[in-house]
């Protein structure tokens, strides 16, 4: 069902300063950047491989990236995977009885389709389900 680590999402306090590790000292190169209202956050994508980092900062002191700031401090917080069809992994997830956090897939940066497991469900570990075309 999962096809590979499609990103992995790290909140940052500061965009522009972490910015500055992944691309001066790391080498990586700068994708994009993208505000997701919907989830008060500005997203800066940097390919690595298969895969990508996608850097988090939080757009309103109310969002979800500001309190996972406030509660664990800056890091990684959530892996996103990804699925071919997301409607028919959150079936599976339904039937397993894997409590899900978003019921139905929504909009996700750089328009894929993204759904978020409940890390309750999953060791702790904040998990994203995600389907590009
Ligand atoms: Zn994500």
Do not use: N, W
């Not at 992944?22 to 895969?51: M, R, S, W």
């Not at 892996?79 to 929504?106: H, S, T």
Request: with cysteine; aromatic share 4%; glycine share 10%.
């Amino acid at each position: 069902m999962v096809k590979s680590v499609d990103h992995i999402g790290i909140a940052v306090a500061d965009l522009e300063e972490a910015l500055k590790l992944y691309t001066e000292t790391f080498g990586l190169e700068l994708q994009g950047t993208e505000v997701v209202e919907e989830q008060k956050v500005k997203v800066a994508f940097l390919p690595i491989g298969d895969t990508e980092i996608e850097l988090l900062e939080s757009t309103d002191p109310e969002g979800p990236i500001a309190k996972f700031i406030e509660k664990r401090g800056q890091g990684i917080q959530h892996i996103a995977l990804r699925v071919d069809d997301i409607d028919a992994a959150l079936d599976k997830m339904r039937a397993e009885g894997i409590r899900l956090i978003d019921e139905k897939p929504r909009y996700g940066a750089g328009g894929a389709r993204i759904a978020f497991l409940h890390p309750k469900a999953t060791g702790g570990v904040l998990i994203e389900l995600c389907e590009r075309k």
